[in-house]
């Protein structure tokens, strides 16, 4: 009996030791900080990662791993750590307990200090999805990472003077924008052409009718149906002439192919253009006269349109935006409602991001693996029947890193596009940034070469045997297509006729392929079988450099026999050599030109701010895409709590308002860390031809999705800001774009504070309710003491300020701030719409 007891006590004790833990039982919550940049003089962080124990069970030091994403490269601070660290690919790594591990009992800490490579700046730079894969072939996810700020902000600066920005620096900038709160709304945005404001107005209502068709039939359609959701009013067609309470839409050849003419009086509404896509143009103009509170209720009896006299047209007539769905998915449903909002703005282009190292999203009837497989990530990439996780997309199958639009899915959003007259460019990464092609690739032949080793490798987008060495910017060693293979050329061409398939089964055009082209690291191919066979069989390929012109020569014939042009990004139009210090760089390269190839050039940063001009300028359709300008995923502002990256600097509401297409460098003159560029590369630059302007054919922003875990998260990122890029892709040139000096600043201050008083006071107004209302970024309050008293500010009007005085948030039932106040302990100051929807905090402490 004693011996029994004693065997009952011991595996009492092994229990509460953890020795029978179930994954069940297990809770560790998982903090990180940021403590230091530049770490002993490096441009690397010290930051870490605690792990404490919230279970009621003991965490053994044997029988898991510890799964995380983290995108920057590490190692641990101590030379002895708890954990021996793997990075497995791309972003993933994983942590196993060695010997030096202490089981870790309920509450207590361990604190894991890392040096990781490059600097680290806001909270979006946290490792993330943390989980436990057991032994046993269980799986614990941990949850949310808490992200602490800083405690040493000198300490966590880049370069000098990198501060974040304030509430005292952010009301100092404010105060720029104080005209801005004047303006008021009832203009037509984007800025027409030419505006002319008439007395009265014209009364919309039931008893309404359109007179028109043939050419505009369905832009008729599409605004009756527009009146009808928006605000339940419904007018139809008459075919009677009628002189009043009418809208008419009239045929003038002479006009553009986008411009028109509206004509509103108080009889009537009178649309002329010369195409579908004029008429349609001319309706969304309509939209924006009516006034933005009337979209709050969509039961309307009557809207009252004021009179107004507009010629208008594009100033570019390729108007762009770009959305990431490979890294984070988007439903289809979110991909309607994004096109409704870009066409109502006249952005004619959606650069559709299909597919990427981390996940491919459109069915193919060719290729079944790429979604069976490539459109899923968790961790079953174990088994390679998945990717693995990626941007704290978790192991489970279920999450924002999993999905696919299906064939049917597709066509609804082609369809839905163009009666919007958006043009949907699709994007198939090639040949790098294709790590989910190329593993979809690689499990259809392993699933195949038993049976059909021919057919098996009949599409294999990687050779075997490969020993090259690489590494992506993203991390990745196994993502780039071997160029050097003939299948990869099968599957290319299979790609694009199984995507002309799906256009043509619902007749809408297609005009061009975006073939992708960038970041394809050194030492690809070197290693490549295949390549070795080419060279000996191809006297006009001796290194593995030439390659890159062959394959997009390639594609090319690929799409040129199929009456389509080729899109890429600037690589396209570039080749890799070795500079003086016997680095390899990429240079602007003659090779494809003139063969009507468009090109997104993004890279406008340290030597390379004249770039676009050089492609441009050699024969090159360019499309001006700049990271520093028109990216949408980068933050709005240095704070650390602000969601983006900002690797390309910060974008506000004013980069993309300043920015002068045929001259940029005029008045972009400080890199991306905010430090003025050398007078060398502003006065040496290579300047626009006047052939190479013909060249620039549009002008595109983006929204890459590696932070964006949401639909609100994706629109907030998007707008304001996006409004800027609008009016910069249609409205005319301003007069400011030729001006210099004090006539300059007078004239784009000027523009600066109306356009910043029509988005406030009129169109974010708007978007609070149109189609359902879209979410966007509420500007953070500037807080400042003068003389004592302390004042607040925004930069956007149309908004109120709240505060409260003992820490809380403030909310509508907090106190308005309607002046300068005296300062109190702990005050909290924020930004909110009329919805309660409200900004980041400013915080004030009062140092008495």
């Known amino acids: 009996m004693k011996i029994l007891a004693y065997i009952v006590v011991f595996l009492l004790i092994m229990t509460s030791w953890g020795f029978s833990q179930s994954a069940s039982d297990v809770s560790i919550k998982v903090s990180w900080q940021p403590l230091e940049n530049n770490y002993n003089g490096k441009e690397e962080a010290l930051s870490r990662i605690v792990f404490k124990n919230e279970g009621k069970t003991v965490l053994d030091k044997s029988g898991w791993k510890l799964y995380f994403n983290f995108i920057r490269i590490f190692e641990p601070k101590n030379s002895n750590p708890v954990f021996d660290i793997q990075h497995i690919n791309g972003d993933l790594f994983v942590l196993t307990p060695n010997d030096s591990f202490k089981p870790l009992a309920p509450g207590e800490e361990l604190d894991l200090q890392i040096v990781s490579k490059s600097w680290i700046v806001n909270f979006n730079d946290s490792p993330q999805g943390f989980y436990i894969a057991w032994d046993n072939g269980k799986i614990t996810p941990l949850g949310e990472v808490e ?87 419904n007018f139809s067609i008459h075919k009677k002439p009628r002189s009043k309470d009418v809208i008419k839409f009239k045929l003038d050849k002479t006009l553009k192919e986008e411009a028109y003419k509206l004509l509103v009086t108080k009889d009537s509404i009178v649309v002329t253009s010369r195409s579908g896509k004029g008429a349609f143009y001319a309706i969304q103009s309509i939209k924006s006269l009516i006034k933005a509170e009337d979209y709050k209720s969509s039961k309307k009896d009557v809207i009252y ?83 693995p996780p990626s941007y704290g997309s978790g192991p489970l199958a279920k999450n924002r890193g999993t999905g696919y639009y299906s064939i049917q899915d597709f066509k609804d959003i082609l369809l839905y596009a163009n009666a919007r007259h958006v043009q949907v460019i699709p994007e198939i990464e090639t ?71 799906i256009y043509k089964s619902v007749n809408v055009p297609l005009h061009t392929i975006h073939f992708g082209g960038d970041e394809v690291p050194n030492g690809v191919w070197e290693g490549s079988p295949a390549f070795k066979k080419l060279k000996n069989e191809d006297p006009n390929i001796k290194s593995v450099e030439d390659l890159w012109f062959r394959h997009f020569n390639k594609l090319y014939e690929i799409l040129d026999a199929r009456g389509l042009y080729l899109s890429g990004w600037e690589e396209v139009g570039m080749k890799r050599g070795v500079t003086e210090t016997g680095r390899k ?52 502002q240095k704070n650390f709590k602000e969601q983006g990256f900002y690797w390309g600097g910060f974008i506000d509401m004013e980069k993309p308002f300043s920015f002068i297409p045929y001259n940029y460098l005029k008045n972009q003159q400080m890199d991306w860390l905010g430090r003025k560029l050398p007078n060398n ?90 189609k359902q209302g879209y979410k966007y970024r509420i500007p953070t309050p500037g807080v400042a003491l003068v003389d004592e008293m302390l004042h607040a500010n925004t930069d956007l009007p149309g908004f109120k300020i709240y505060f409260t005085e003992d820490g809380s948030m403030p909310t509508l039932n907090s106190k308005k701030y309607t002046g300068p106040i005296r300062p109190n302990k702990n005050m909290v100051f924020r930004v909110l719409n009329d919805n309660g929807e409200g900004s980041l905090p400013a915080y004030y402490t009062h140092p008495n």
């Not at 509430?167 to 709304?185: A, C, G, M, T």
Request: glycine share 6%.
């Open 147 to 233: 992200r602490l700020e800083p405690v040493d902000k000198k300490r966590f600066y880049r370069v000098a003077n990198d501060v974040e920005m304030t509430p005292d620096l952010i009301f100092e900038k404010n105060k720029r924008y104080v005209d801005s709160h004047s303006v008021q709304p009832g203009k037509i945005f984007p800025t027409p052409s030419k505006f002319v404001s008439v007395d009265g107005y014209f009364a919309l209502s039931g008893t309404t009718l359109i007179q028109g068709g043939g050419l505009f039939t369905n832009e008729i359609d599409y605004f009756i149906n527009e009146m009808g959701e928006l605000f339940h009013i």
């Open 305 to 387: 349109i004021p009179c107004v006299e507009v010629y208008d047209e594009p100033r570019f007539s390729s108007r762009g935006f770009m959305i990431d769905v490979a890294r984070n998915f988007q439903s289809k449903k979110q991909i309607l409602k994004l096109i409704d909002i870009l066409s109502f703005y006249k952005i004619n282009t959606l650069h559709f991001h299909l597919n990427d190292d981390e996940g491919w999203r459109l069915e193919l009837p060719s290729f079944p693996e790429l979604t069976s497989v490539s459109s899923v990530r968790s961790h079953a990439f174990i088994s390679s029947s998945s990717l």
């Open 431 to 501: 040949p790098g940034h294709a790590r989910a092609a190329v593993k979809a690739m690689q499990y259809r032949y392993e699933r195949l070469k038993d049976k059909d080793r021919s057919e098996a490798e009949k599409y294999l987008l990687y050779s075997v045997g490969d020993t090259s060495k690489y590494s992506s910017v993203q991390k990745w060693n196994d993502n780039v297509m071997d160029v050097s293979l003939s299948s990869v050329y099968n599957f290319l061409e299979q790609i694009t006729d199984d995507i002309i398939g």
């Open 585 to 636: 760089k990429w240079f602007a390269d003659k090779g494809l030109t003139n063969k009507n190839i468009h090109l997104n050039v993004w890279n406008n940063l340290t030597g390379n701010e004249d770039l676009a001009y050089k492609l441009a300028n050699l024969g090159y359709k360019v499309k001006l895409s700049f990271v520093s300008n028109f990216y949408m995923d980068m933050s709005y």
């Open 681 to 770: 590369t502003l006065e040496n630059h290579e300047k626009l031809t006047p052939e190479g302007e013909k060249n620039i054919v549009g002008i595109q922003a983006l929204l890459w999705s590696e932070t964006i875990k949401s639909e609100e998260q994706m629109e907030k990122m998007i707008f304001p800001r996006l409004l800027s890029f609008v009016e910069k892709a249609w409205a005319p040139a301003r007069e400011w774009e030729n001006l210099d000096g004090d006539s300059y600043e007078k004239a784009y201050h000027k523009d600066l504070n109306e356009f910043f008083g029509i988005v406030g006071n009129q169109e974010l107004k708007r978007l609070q309710y149109y």
